[in-house]
């Protein structure tokens, strides 16, 4: 059975994250040469967005979440990155700073600018074959380039970019490991699928990914969110096989779908498992929000986050999401702000069934609609 939406409720034009005003999102990664990996630039106007934080996993990597806290000094960051390559995959956020730095954005201190670059990291190690091939600086910098680049222009295989040099220069470390130049392809920002951060994601022993979704308000507000799927647990609803973040799909966005046969889903028993995980994202909305209230926000996502993976915030899972408010309509009265908490939670449910439908399927780990390809009303 569907959810059913509040009534006047519908997808913004892209159902994607750049649906709120002055979001842009950029994806790199790379995949070959023992890579599986990848990182996602979410980028704010040169002003910053207000943030926020709720950190619900036990094992999470992150960047600069305590500067979040309300309590804390720093009301806006100007990018949120969210990566593959767990602890090491930090370092792409140092590329995004470097990057940002250099265009004279961030917070303003004697002498320049600092960026406010928070970030969190999935667990996606070896799953190109080689434990150390992961995301760097030079990966950040080629992801923030693709979220500054219009979206009309199509993703292309590139030269990792290097601070100082030209569009044929490689990331020297990366380079010197697996020889040649070190490469990236990008996607659209409103890719959903194995893309940037999601290239080596997995879920429940199925491959993983990207996913966005976003909603539009009766009163014309948006609330949007974007996940990385990586879970511990399963995406799959445990009666059927149906994912279980689709029942919070709008009119029309999940209609296409079947229940999966249920010969597949008797047949589905992953064997291989991967024992550290993590999902991570960013909901947003187009409201002017206190950093407490972005953090009640990313706090409600945890709900939607919940309900479409389960069990969720284990003890191998760093699930953390990122709240953003682009202050871009007048700040809410109680009412309007709960049907945005209401919203967000469903938003992100959505997120995670559309990473999930997008993601591409590889040897040890098949795409859910490999699996099930009833869903679609036939055979892949």
């Given at each position: 059975?569907l959810a059913?939406?509040?009534?006047?409720?519908?997808p913004?034009?892209?159902?994607?994250?750049v649906?709120?005003?002055?979001?842009?999102?950029?994806h790199?990664?790379?995949v070959?040469?023992?890579?599986?990996?990848?990182?996602?630039?979410?980028l704010?106007?040169?002003?910053?967005?207000?943030?926020?934080?709720?950190?619900?996993?036990?094992?999470p990597?992150?960047?600069?979440t305590?500067?979040?806290?309300?309590?804390n000094?720093v009301?806006?960051?100007?990018?949120?990155?969210?990566?593959?390559?767990?602890?090491?995959?930090?370092s792409?956020?140092?590329?995004?700073?470097?990057?940002?730095a250099?265009?004279?954005?961030?917070?303003?201190?004697?002498?320049?600018?600092v960026?406010?670059?928070?970030?969190?990291?999935i667990?996606?190690?070896?799953?190109?074959g080689?434990?150390r091939a992961?995301?760097?600086?030079?990966?950040g910098?080629?992801?923030?380039?693709?979220?500054?680049?219009?979206?009309?222009?199509?993703?292309?295989?590139?030269?990792?970019p290097?601070?100082?040099g030209?569009?044929?220069?490689?990331?020297?470390?990366?380079?010197a490991?697996?020889g040649?130049?070190?490469?990236?392809?990008?996607?659209?920002?409103?890719?959903?699928?194995?893309?940037?951060a999601?290239?080596?994601?997995m879920a429940?022993?199925?491959?993983?990914g990207v996913?966005t979704?976003?909603?539009?308000?009766?009163?014309?507000?948006?609330?949007?969110?974007l996940?990385?799927?990586?879970a511990?647990?399963?995406?799959?609803?445990?009666?059927g096989?149906?994912?279980?973040?689709?029942?919070?799909?709008?009119?029309?966005?999940?209609g296409?779908l079947?229940?999966?046969?249920p010969?597949?889903?008797?047949?589905?028993q992953?064997?291989?498992?991967?024992s550290?995980?993590?999902?991570?994202?960013v909901?947003?909305?187009d409201?002017?929000?206190?950093?407490?209230q972005?953090?009640?926000?990313a706090?409600?996502?945890?709900d939607?986050?919940?309900?479409?993976?389960r069990?969720?915030?284990?003890?191998v899972?760093?699930d953390?999401?990122?709240?953003l408010?682009?202050?871009?309509?007048?700040?809410?009265?109680?009412?309007?702000?709960?049907d945005?908490?209401?919203?967000?939670?469903?938003?992100?449910?959505?997120a995670v069934?559309?990473?999930?439908?997008?993601a591409t399927?590889?040897?040890?780990?098949?795409?859910?609609?490999?699996?099930?390809?009833?869903?679609l009303?036939?055979?892949r």
């Amino acid at each position: 059975m569907l959810a059913e939406p509040a009534p006047g409720m519908r997808p913004g034009p892209t159902n994607s994250l750049v649906d709120v005003a002055g979001l842009r999102v950029g994806h790199a990664h790379r995949v070959g040469g023992g890579y599986r990996t990848g990182t996602t630039v979410v980028l704010a106007p040169p002003e910053g967005v207000v943030a926020g934080v709720d950190v619900r996993g036990a094992a999470p990597g992150t960047r600069e979440t305590e500067l979040l806290d309300p309590r804390n000094l720093v009301e806006r960051v100007h990018a949120v990155v969210l990566s593959g390559g767990s602890a090491y995959g930090l370092s792409a956020a140092c590329g995004v700073m470097d990057q940002l730095a250099d265009a004279g954005i961030g917070f303003p201190v004697a002498g320049g600018v600092v960026p406010i670059v928070p970030a969190a990291v999935i667990y996606d190690l070896g799953r190109g074959g080689d434990f150390r091939a992961t995301p760097d600086a030079a990966l950040g910098a080629a992801a923030y380039a693709a979220a500054r680049t219009p979206a009309h222009e199509p993703p292309f295989p590139a030269p990792l970019p290097r601070r100082g040099g030209g569009a044929d220069a490689s990331s020297p470390g990366t380079a010197a490991r697996h020889g040649g130049a070190a490469r990236y392809a990008t996607a659209p920002p409103t890719a959903s699928g194995s893309v940037g951060a999601g290239a080596g994601a997995m879920a429940g022993g199925l491959a993983g990914g990207v996913g966005t979704a976003s909603a539009v308000l009766p009163g014309g507000v948006t609330v949007a969110a974007l996940a990385v799927v990586n879970a511990a647990g399963s995406v799959l609803d445990p009666a059927g096989a149906t994912l279980a973040g689709v029942r919070y799909g709008l009119p029309g966005e999940f209609g296409h779908l079947r229940r999966p046969d249920p010969a597949e889903a008797g047949a589905w028993q992953p064997d291989k498992v991967t024992s550290f995980n993590t999902t991570i994202g960013v909901v947003a909305t187009d409201l002017t929000l206190t950093k407490a209230q972005c953090g009640k926000l990313a706090g409600v996502a945890h709900d939607g986050l919940a309900r479409a993976i389960r069990p969720a915030h284990t003890m191998v899972d760093g699930d953390t999401v990122f709240g953003l408010a682009a202050c871009a309509r007048p700040a809410p009265g109680p009412d309007g702000l709960q049907d945005v908490l209401a919203a967000a939670a469903d938003v992100f449910s959505r997120a995670v069934a559309h990473a999930m439908l997008a993601a591409t399927g590889r040897e040890d780990a098949p795409a859910y609609l490999d699996v099930f390809p009833s869903v679609l009303g036939g055979d892949r």
